[in-house]
């Protein structure tokens, strides 16, 4: 099975930098994305990471590292619209299951 | 423009009662998904197929049933068993290794 974990709630300033980390076990490992999803939409897709090290989008980053199950992503230069929720979701080798962590919810303050 | 459409977007379910929820999608995928969001939740998988005739459970299928008879339609029966069905329902497809294209969701309340 697959077991995702992430940080419930974070808050940061307009114009910081914030880092949202995800652990996983599944087993075998093929890919894991980022969403975010605004309040009572659907989620929209930020990146999508297969091999290790970093990749980088703009003002948003995602690091993988696959040997401890890790991955991060990191956005900079925060605006209010960046506050909302994150998703992490990951699926296992062989497989077309794909299983999201419960979301970590960001708040922009000004 | 190529995409998946779900409908109702707000469905109402009375007392003992069976309700469907329709996802169409024009793009082609192979693999299509349910899953089910509760408020401040995040997505729980309900079933996923990957081939015509064929689905496989996810986390939380008791309560569920589903078809894919057809490429482009994954239909989600939301049977009278599942005593707490008030959620957001999201369907999705993707190609093999490639990203999740979601629908709009449908939000169904029990009356």
């Known amino acids: 099975g697959q077991n995702i974990d992430q940080p419930t709630e974070m808050t940061a300033t307009e114009g910081a930098i914030v880092q949202i980390n995800c652990t996983y076990q599944t087993s075998g490992f093929n890919g894991l994305f980022w969403y975010q999803q605004h309040a009572g939409e659907a989620p929209t897709f930020l990146s999508y990471n297969v091999l290790d090290g970093l990749e980088e989008k703009g003002r948003f980053s995602s690091f993988l590292s696959r040997s401890k199950g890790y991955s991060y992503l990191l956005l900079k230069e925060l605006q209010m619209k960046d506050s909302a929720s994150y998703l992490c979701?990951?699926?296992?080798?062989?497989?077309?299951?794909?299983?999201f962590g419960a979301g970590t919810t960001v708040t922009v303050r000004a | 423009d190529g995409g998946i459409t779900q409908s109702p977007k707000y469905l109402f379910r009375k007392e003992g009662q069976n309700v469907t929820l329709s996802c169409e999608q024009n793009l082609n995928h192979d693999a299509m998904y349910w899953y089910r969001q509760d408020p401040g939740q995040g997505l729980r998988l309900i079933y996923y197929s990957h081939i015509v005739n064929d689905f496989q459970k996810g986390d939380i299928a008791e309560g569920y049933s589903v078809s894919r008879e057809k490429k482009e339609s994954f239909p989600l029966t939301v049977t009278s068993a599942q005593k707490n069905p008030t959620a957001f329902y999201l369907c999705?497809?993707?190609?093999?290794?490639?990203?999740?294209?979601f629908g709009s969701g449908t939000q169904l309340s029990v009356l």
């Open positions: 979701a990951v699926g296992p080798w062989g497989d077309y299951k794909l299983s």
């Open positions: 999705a497809s993707r190609e093999t290794g490639e990203k999740l294209f």
